[in-house]
T-cell receptor, first 112, second 113 residues
Framework: DGGITQSPKYLFRKEGQNVTLSCEQN?????MYWYRQDPGQGLRLIYY???????QKGDIAEGYSVSREKKESFPLTVTSAQKNPTAFYLC???????????FGDGTRLSIL | GESVGLHLPTLSVQEGDNSIINCAYS??????FIWYKQESGKGPQFIID?????DKRQGQRVTVLLNKTVKHLSLQIAATQPGDSAVYFC????????????FGTGTRLTIIP
């Protein structure tokens, strides 16, 4: 089945540690997005990429980094500079402009 | 700044009744709106969308209404079922925004059996 796969489902980070969240899609979508969701809140955009080897900062990019070396993959690294990383992280992709974004089932990140 | 918000954070509806979830937006440049449903521990699921050149769009048991004059969006769910219990988000896209979406805070809909 085509879709967006996020892994792991749960992730724990130690102080000073960088962690990487995986997002893979087999939908042949060009654009991909990373969002952060805090309890009782809407989604906030971290980074997005409209094409391979190109990406832009969203509204809350500080403390995060991304890469887009392949069309299917858009990994997100939560660096030690992100002081409040505990959240639900969602990856999305879009087939073409004027279409809705489709989401993976998220990764829940917590601090040890 | 621009924002997308919801009038009610929670809504309880009797099973079989209709429900209406409301959303206000403030960006006059928004030209595309989407409703998502999110169940606990899962990603948002697309329900229905509407473009700014439309006032109404219907799907299976759902209808979205757009009032551009007062910048208001609503989602109507007919004959609610227990499986409709979830958090519902509206999202808007600015025609100048590179497909970036701005999300509201969500409304939790609970269906009472």
């Amino acid at each position: 089945d085509g879709g967006i796969t996020q892994s792991p489902k749960y992730l724990f980070r130690k102080e000073g540690q960088n962690v990487t969240l995986s997002c893979e899609q087999n939908l042949n979508h060009d654009a991909m997005y990373w969002y952060r969701q805090d309890p009782g809140q809407g989604l906030r955009l971290i980074y997005y990429s409209q094409i391979v080897n190109d990406f832009q900062k969203g509204d809350i990019a500080e403390g995060y980094s991304v890469s887009r070396e392949k069309k299917e993959s858009f990994p997100l690294t939560v660096t030690s500079a992100q002081k409040n990383p505990t959240a639900f992280y969602l990856c999305a992709s879009i087939a073409r402009p004027n279409q809705p974004q489709h989401f993976g089932d998220g990764t829940r990140l917590s601090i040890l | 700044g621009e924002s997308v918000g919801l009038h009610l954070p929670t809504l309880s509806v009797q099973e079989g009744d209709n429900s209406i979830i409301n959303c206000a937006y403030s960006n006059s440049a928004s030209d595309y709106f989407i409703w998502y449903k999110q169940e606990s521990g899962k990603g948002p699921q697309f329900i229905i969308d509407i473009r700014s050149n439309m006032d109404k769009r219907q799907g299976q048991r759902v209808t979205v209404l757009l009032n551009k004059t007062v910048k208001h969006l609503s989602l109507q769910i007919a004959a609610t079922q227990p499986g409709d219990s979830a958090v519902y988000f509206c999202a808007e896209r600015s025609r100048f925004g590179n497909e970036k979406l701005t999300f509201g805070t969500g409304t939790r809909l609970t269906i009472i059996p």
